[in-house]
């Protein structure tokens, strides 16, 4: 057996499968159709695959950069499902889960495009029950939000508006304001306790103001608020992040701008409650 591995037999009569201990394929993958071809996952254990990934074959690099993309995406996907890590820093450790401490070439890692579309992939195979549930959660909360801050202008961003949100999501807004410190006294007005940090312009120029605090239900003060913080303890657990970026009025002319493919990267309050309404609908996806 490989150092560090873990020996599971697959069938009668079959040989055995190495997996190494970093990676972790939950048992119930084992009774789930063939999804890729053997050897193209790392951390799903397919079903018969005759698979040997051991710790020396982990740490060096394959010849090819599409395979060693997807496997990394894949990863990554596991990383950012399960334990909530950002894009960044998943793509990061799961380049050094396969390949060690092997310097890698931009172009051999996946792009975010890539690693979301594992995620959704992921989250269908093993959160297909409870994952949509737990959007719904958060975008309601967006919405209450989105409503008691409308004078600023606010828009959803992240993952809980393209649909990828998990129990360890934040909800991130971006306002665009004619006086960003108007947003700020509204918050403090309405009892909000908040920290201050900046973060990366969505442009790449500079940094914007953001306001974080927890949501425990104290905020806006409507009963649709309180009604919800009780469903989310139920369903989470444990209260969610809210990210207030506070922009120039300005910016949000570039903020309409669609990405490559022609997919918004933010959502005015109006078109998240299309997405709850069409999530409601029979056979709706997220």
């Known amino acids: 057996m490989a150092p560090g591995g873990t020996l599971r037999r697959t069938g009668p009569g ?18 789930l159709p063939h999804r890729m071809q053997p050897g193209r996952n790392p951390y799903w ?30 990863a990554a996907a596991r990383m950012i499902a399960e334990d909530g890590a950002d894009y960044a820093t998943a793509k990061r450790k799961a380049a050094r889960q396969l ?35 737990i959007l719904a959660l958060l975008r309601r909360l967006a919405v209450l939000a989105m409503e008691d801050l409308a004078e600023f202008r606010p828009y959803l961003a992240g993952a809980v508006l393209n649909g990828t949100a998990t129990e360890h999501s934040d909800i991130y ?18 009892g909000v306790s ?14 914007v ?10 905020w806006p003060d409507r009963r649709e608020a309180r009604l919800l913080a009780g469903e989310v303890r139920a369903e989470l657990g444990a209260p969610v992040g ?13 903020a309409a701008r669609a990405e490559p493919g022609g997919r918004l990267p933010r959502a005015d309050v109006d078109a998240v409650r299309s997405l709850l309404a069409a999530a409601d609908e029979p056979g709706a996806a997220a």
């Open 194 to 207: 908040f920290d201050t940090s900046e973060t990366r312009h969505f442009n790449g120029r500079g940094e």
């Open 45 to 74: 254990a397919l079903p018969g695959a005759q698979l040997r990934y051991d710790r020396d074959m982990s740490r060096r690099a394959p010849p090819d950069p599409t395979r060693l993309r997807e496997e990394i995406a894949q």
């Open 99 to 133: 390949l060690g401490d092997q310097r890698v070439a931009g172009e051999w890692l996946p792009d975010n495009e890539l690693i979301e579309a594992e995620v959704r992939a992921y989250q269908a195979l093993f959160h297909a029950d409870s994952q949509p549930r």
């Open 242 to 254: 809210i990210h207030i970026a506070l922009y120039d009025a300005d910016d949000e002319r570039g």
């Open 209 to 218: 103001e953001t306001l974080s605090f927890l949501w425990k239900g104290q």
């Open 173 to 190: 807004l971006q306002c665009f304001c004619d006086s960003p410190k108007d947003a700020t006294l509204h918050l403090l007005n309405a």
């Open 14 to 31: 079959r040989k055995p499968l190495i997996v190494p201990e970093h990676i972790r394929a939950p048992a119930a993958f084992a009774a």
